[in-house]
């Protein structure tokens, strides 16, 4: 399952982004497994509309999104990367995660104090994105110095040790290691490492409700540094998602028309999330459930079998396929046979978005 890290300075509103992306995910727990494996870390189901409609056609009993894993990742403050907060232990978590949802304040409230003293997201960004950069140095050149040794005998420890000493020299340059070009071959050699700077990012920027339509100034800032990283911004209000989990269910519409908005934007926060690292979906349908599978772009039929069962994967023989929006439009699985629209595919199929899947294996 892909996980992903909220981190951001103190006092810019991911606890209570995580908070609202739980009590959310236990709302809907009713439909679908949710667990909480830590206080800090939750699993939260993939907002994804095609279920309800794939569920309709063929009158299923339940429904079962993908899902992320969120952690909280509190004790990032300036110094981490010496020890300074949390400092260590902060680090090992995040090293473990696959994407990191970055939490920026682009709210004014005098009642909450900033830990800089003031409301600057470009100045909090570079804190942070310094203690990420400093701390994946301090892991580089110890890695470099013990694989310098083994590379006088070792052919592999010498192409690590070129890819190693690239991307220290891009982030001696103060950039990220998003920034270097690797090959495949490098990528799997410094992937143990889990850099910081290396993994996928979103900016959340936390805005005050008056601003979740239009965004601001600060939002803009935000905007402005993520498309030179090419990473994705999302509005979001973590006080208004507070806010709409007190409210009864029949309430929040009108509270949200009022704002000017569909959501609180925690949906678009999971769905682009979910995006982040490549990921596809492909579906299974029946009268007991409708489910989304995850699988990763490129996957070939055995493989994405294989997601749901290993048996599936060795015992493969085809798979039914139609795509979502010729079940849609035939409006059911009988109607898409009649018109030609199932498809039956060997091992060599790679499976798209949105596929609906039946496989047909040996056990
Ligand atoms: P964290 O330290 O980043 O986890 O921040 P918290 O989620 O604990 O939030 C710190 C304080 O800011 C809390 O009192 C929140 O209620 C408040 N807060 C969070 N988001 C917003 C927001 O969008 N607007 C306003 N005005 N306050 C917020």
Redo the contacts with the bound molecule.
Sequence with gaps: MLRAGIV?L????????FNALVANAKAQAANFPFCTIEPNTGVVAVPDERLQVLANISESAEIVPARVEFVDI?GLVQGASKGEGLGNQFLANIREVDAIVH?VRC?D?DD?IHVSGSVDPVRDIEVINLELGLADLGQLERRIERVRKQARTSKEAQAELAALEKISAVLNEGKSARQVTLTEEEEVLIKPLGLLTRKPVIYAA???EDDLASGNDWVAQVKAIAAQEQAQVVIV???VEAELIELPESDRQEFLDSLGVSEGGLKSLIRATYELLGLRTYFTTGPKETRAWTIRAGMLAPQAAGVIHSDFERGFIRAETVAYQDLVTAGSMNAAKEKGLVRSEGKDYVVKEGDVLLFRFNV
């Design positions: 951001g103190p006092n810019v509103g991911k606890s209570t982004l509190a939490v709210f409230d909450i936390n805005v005050s209000s973590a006080q």
